[in-house]
């Protein structure tokens, strides 16, 4: 094979196979829309629902967006003056800030797309799905779904792989008098800015995503099953179309947004970690690239029998995990054997000595590492979330001696359940390390998420499923329907559970991968952790976790709060509501939602993007590794505490539900878990979730600013630190003026003069 | 004064100071409990059941005790085979083995000894107290239950410096061959087992006590209050009296052993980072002297009249450590300005070229900051803690909406709590690394702690006045009796925030010294954060913390189900309990909390001791010092978060009560917010506190293991790592065995044949 294209090949053709795979997944993703687009839609009612909750997604989306094209202007200009100003490469055309700017307003769209793409799929699919179920039995439901789901997976590693190879290219162009090896190391400096983009919106959606799920959630739930007393998904409660508007912009759009981060995420801080060998450059793309081609093959790998057992479906569902796992594993030998040969060169320091073809191997074994570790990782998650395992029934029996006895022991299952990925990733890291050293440790977090298309499908498949079974029981379909659809759910639980071990394992890897890329380029030899600068940092790094959690589980229940007081006005003044003779006023609900969702993202937001400015400019950029450091370990534990407790929790009621549990439904046991669970849907898919975005997105934009620290002191330019201070401060006090000043009071008394609906 | 001790004195001039100074502490303990027993004691009654708990609480400590002498002898024979083998320093007299050993012994006696007294006092002072709120009023028996908390505080700051100064004394002996330096220097090298014997006490009785009085809490009031419906305190429920002895070998002798552990520990830290400079080491003995004498002088100044208000009540409180505060500052500056002469020879290179005088007042400095800071932090914990303020009232008013928004709520006000103490104490690091580098950090712990004498006094006094309430309550004593008692008890909750800042403080300051004196002794020259093992290592240590916090919390549970089994059993078997005509089997119930707290601390107990000799030892200092980071950046959020939840829980619930807000008691709201005081019942007192001495336990092994890891390459001696790997593995799965494989199951149902009592 002559023609691979390694070490003395030109740009262009050094992206070409990863633009190709891309193109793949582009074709892919056509084809899965027609065969989605064939499947037939239900009746009038399920039809009308569907589109409820689609265009209650696209205001969602279209209102964040629109706040959020500030803050891409803002930062686009941000970027565009400073680097213009203060241009970081050595032969500079005085353009390094429109190439860092594109290259962020690039990452910000796409990863904005990638959400829209995923949300349109899924509320179209919904409906279809139910209507699968409903007509066809459960197979072809399962197709339906994982359909929406694998539009999602391949819409989010193909607009990555694809966005990120032609910016890639396009960064190396019309250098003047730089040789190509440099070109590559300064085209990857603006792919920085590409990783910026995306996962400001991935932090942005999560957030708000995450508060408007579970405050409709929560606010639909308080009102319409406790005060009320109306079963869950009843279309007389005003919230309900909020609520399944939230698992389409949350789990989906937000899972999305959030993936498509960490795939790119990785990809860059890998190729930053080649210190300009281009091989080395160039070889997460190739991986991503086979990866790609791999899940097409997984995909076709999944498919079972018509009634088929649970058991069935769940290994329909892992084959086409182990096929891709195994195919992307012999497409990288092949490219490993085709780019390691014996007489290529490495040049960076770190792997010096070691011979090519060894080196190759090596690398082979730190992506292998990667993808186990990932599984691993999901399997832990799996033990301590699943009711089939001792941790989750602990909960359960708890629950014979009331709610708090649940919260304490799934806080504590929460909490223990940190060490198994703690342990896996602790030897993924020395291995790696002992392989690759950090290259090796980076290329693993690449090798980790080579599947992420196949992957991310069966995790966007569970709220599709979820969607569907709403729809199922707002039409008021036959019960059969609903039974169809919570077996989908089910399984949909323990894929997620996968899932997570992949999105955990892959923001520490990649987090840790882009703090030493970042140290690298901010020239700095070496952080002391005992440095007292350093140390201060890490235990400022390490509360900004809990600080990020609190505030968006707080906003949780301050949107829930708006929620309640509106569906309740409702309840006291549309008459016939109650009785099902009036329309609830939908629409209400998902504005106000919508509204105060995104009110809410803001201040945690400005949190995240700021602290790394405060610290690597009021300080500089040894404190900066050290709050990094403090905020990986600390963000990484609470990660995984709070999804698995919340998890667990959500579980342990299941298990009262499904398999009748110490005494079934209705029971004070079984009420005292769905407190564990109410508690447990901020932690898990909203604080828990967006935790893993926030040690990413500090960690790239460190590695943006880089350049601009490189190599000042500690305290040196103390006085341009004042600026991100002085932005933070105006910032919480905008906030809090405009949003928090007028906090809701829900014990107030409710106006009850009935409007005619 | 020429005769100040300073540079040129022998030994034992060198701790006349302090020793002088901890012996007017045992008089001022002596004359207290002269005081305190001259105070009538209550009627039959009420002695009888004050007797009944103050065996209990003796039965416990003695059984504590007599399991933790297994562990003190074995880790004595290792230490003095281990030291005597591989003697540590240059002028070995074979003696270096015996010589840490003894320090390690003496440590771990003298803290047991501290425990001891302080339980001794406050089970002979709770019915003093009773009876001084029933015949002579508030100012009286706030007098004697401050008298009880005084003793407790003498005594472990007497305790302390006593034992710290005579061993520091014991070990310069003997020496052949060394200057008088070189005998400092490795006098503090034996005393860095002082300091593991006392915190290793201090975690196991921490932990122990914890479990103890949590599980025999959450175990009175299910089966009591919930099933039963009988009063709290009621002398019907067999568990009352394992309640009441659980608040004093939890809240006072662990408390104890806890706050006996700071103070030398940060005696200890500073010392050793004097780097050998005689002036150095001695100042923080000479300012914890300094200290005793001013709480003594705080102690006189409090005291109010009779039918003072609450706010009276604080104000007396808050007087005696105003005044103490003032004083101390007073004579260390006398002190420094002594010491710190023009022609003072300061040899340590981290301070050279700083003109002594200027370093002087430098230091003292740190000293103010120190004790500011700690102030500053206990402020901010009554913020986040008091009803008076919001975040509280927003936990009450959560619980409109039902217990889960209590708990959502309660969690996110505990984490956003940890920002204003994370930032006082990067200011204070900051600071004080700017005046005084490392060395100044450490003395900074030093200030903070100095008037620990009173602030433990008025920290001690609330589990008493918690005690006198019970007392009253069980006696069935007038109604305004139980409202004296319980105000007093109020005040200690406001007191207990304070004290808790200066816990918090300290174990952070005096961790972080540990840190950087493990490091220097180590020979570890460069700590780089971004070195993949020391980033693995962090990770590890990171999960520590929530490891520990799991495992307690889990063990409450465990043990309350025992105690749920056995006062089920009771109710179901004896004959007239429930009617009143029968009395309890209290013992067994005592039996019961004694023996499953004592099995349930092993667990987290082999973990922490053995958690720094796997790293240490199989990897090697490097990764150790990166463990320690870790475990102390998420040690310190999660120890603030799991208090300040607990205690903002607690108030939270008081606030109803007391102030009869959102409907006052008996209303869901109330219930809702009961929940989460019982959630926070093992946060506050089992969890949270254990996690600050779990860090400072584990810095401190680290310290003793120094000398023999020092050099060690990465990986170098693994093979000896799999020793401590055995150990930890056999433990657990003994422990498993022994313990866990008997799961209580509190849903089984009772035997009812009914005994004649």
């Known amino acids: 094979m002559s023609s691979w294209p390694s070490g003395g090949s030109s740009p262009i053709e050094l992206v070409s196979l990863s633009i190709a795979a891309s193109l793949m997944a582009g074709v892919m993703v056509y084809w899965l829309n027609a065969k989605l687009a064939a499947a037939p839609r239900g009746n009038d009612l399920m039809n009308k629902l569907s589109d409820q909750i689609a265009s209650g997604a696209r205001a969602f989306l279209k209102t964040e967006y629109y706040y959020l094209s500030f803050f891409v202007a803002a930062f686009f200009l941000f970027i565009l003056i400073l680097f213009t100003v203060d241009p970081p490469t050595p032969v500079a055309t005085r353009l390094d800030g429109l190439r860092m700017g594109s290259c962020f307003l690039a990452g910000a769209g796409l990863s904005a797309l990638a959400g829209w793409g995923g949300m349109a799929v899924a509320t179209d699919c919904n409906v279809r799905t139910t209507q699968a179920a409903d007509k066809d039995?459960?197979?072809?439901?399962?197709?339906g779904a994982g359909t929406g789901g694998a539009v999602m997976g391949f819409t989010v590693v193909g607009l990555g792989l694809f966005g990120l190879s032609i910016m890639f290219y396009l960064m190396t162009l019309n250098r003047m008098g730089s040789t190509q090896n440099e070109d590559l190391t300064y085209a990857l400096d603006s792919l920085a800015g590409f990783g910026f983009g995306a996962s400001s919106i991935a932090l942005f959606a999560r957030v708000a995503g995450g508060i408007y799920t579970k405050a409709a959630d929560v606010g639909a739930d308080l009102v319409g099953k406790v005060e009320m007393d109306i079963p869950e998904d009843d279309p007389r409660n005003p919230a309900v179309i909020a609520d399944n508007v939230g698992d389409n912009v949350g789990d989906v759009a937000g899972m999305g947004?959030?993936?498509?981060?960490?795939?790119?995420g990785s990809i860059i801080a890998t190729a930053t970690l080649a210190n300009g060998d281009t091989t080395l450059i160039m070889l997460p793309f190739f991986v991503a690239g086979a990866g790609i081609i791999a899940a097409i093959a997984g995909y076709f790998a999944v498919g079972c029998k018509d009634g088929a057992s649970q058991h069935d479906l769940l290994f329909a569902l892992h084959k086409g995990t182990i096929v891709s796992g195994i195919l992307v594993l012999a497409f990288t030998a092949i490219i490993i054997s085709q780019t390691f040969k014996a007489d290529t060169v490495i040049s960076t320091n770190e792997l010096l000595g070691?011979?090519?073809?060894?080196?190759?191997?090596?690398?082979?074994g730190c992506i292998v590492i990667g993808l186990f570790a990932g599984i691993l990782i999901g399997q832990a998650t799996e033990y301590?979330?699943?009711y089939t395992f001792w941790p989750t029934r602990s909960i359960t029996e708890a629950g014979v001696t009331g709610p708090a006895t649940v919260i304490i022991q799934g806080i504590g299952i929460g909490m223990i359940s940190t060490v198994p990925p703690v342990i896996i990733l602790v030897a993924t890291i020395l291995g790696c390390n002992a392989l690759g050293k950090g290259y090796g440790i980076a290329l693993s977090a690449v090798g980790m998420l080579s599947t992420l298309g196949v992957?991310?499908?069966?995790?966007?498949?569970?709220?599709i499923a979820d969607n569907a079974g709403g729809l199922a029981e707002m039409a008021e379909l036959d019960e059969r329907v609903r039974e169809t659809t919570d077996a989908l759910d089910a399984l949909g639980n323990t894929t997620a559970a996968t899932g997570k071990g992949f999105a955990i394992g892959s923001a520490v890897l990649t987090s840790l991968s882009l703090l030493t890329a970042f140290k690298v380029k901010a020239g700095v030899a070496t952080v002391d952790i005992t440095d007292p600068v350093v140390l201060a940092a890490a235990l400022f790094g390490a509360m900004l976790p809990f600080l990020f959690a609190a505030l968006t589980m707080l906003s949780v229940q301050k949107a829930a709060g708006c929620i309640i007081i509106e569906v309740r006005r409702q309840f006291a003044q549309i008459e016939g509501?109650?009785?099902g003779t009036a329309e609830a006023d939908s629409d209400k609900c998902v504005a106000i939602s919508t509204q105060s969702s995104i009110e809410e993202m803001i201040l945690p937001g400005i949190y995240a993007v700021m602290a790394p400015f405060i610290i690597g400019i009021l300080i500089g950029p040894k404190a900066l590794v050290g709050m990094l450091g403090g905020a990986i370990a600390s963000g990484m534990m609470l990660a995984i505490m709070m999804s698995n407790a919340g998890g667990a929790w959500d579980n342990s009621k299941?298990?009262?539900?499904?398999?009748?549990?110490v005494g079934g439904k209705g029971t004070e046991t079984h009420k005292a878990c769905v407190v564990g669970d109410t508690v447990g849907d901020p932690f898990k898919d909203t604080s828990g979730p967006a935790l893993n975005i926030l040690i990413k997105l500090m960690?790239?934009?460190?590695?943006v600013i880089a350049p601009i620290i490189e190599g000042v002191e500690d305290w040196e330019n103390w006085y341009y630190g004042l600026i991100p201070i002085a932005i933070t401060i105006i910032g919480s006090v905008y906030v809090y003026k405009m949003f928090w000043a007028n906090t809701v009071d829900i014990t107030a008394p409710v106006d009850g003069a009935k409007e005619s609906a």
Chains 1, 2 share one sequence.
């Open 137 to 143: 039995g459960r197979s072809t439901a399962l197709r």
């Open 257 to 264: 947004a959030d993936l498509f981060e960490s795939f790119v």
């Open 354 to 364: 070691i011979a090519p073809r060894s080196l190759g191997w090596r690398l082979f």
């Open 384 to 386: 301590f979330t699943s």
């Open 455 to 463: 992957t991310l499908a069966t995790d966007a498949y569970g709220p």
């Open 577 to 579: 509501l109650r009785e």
């Open 654 to 661: 299941k298990y009262i539900e499904i398999e009748g549990a």
């Open 699 to 703: 960690s790239m934009i460190s590695l």
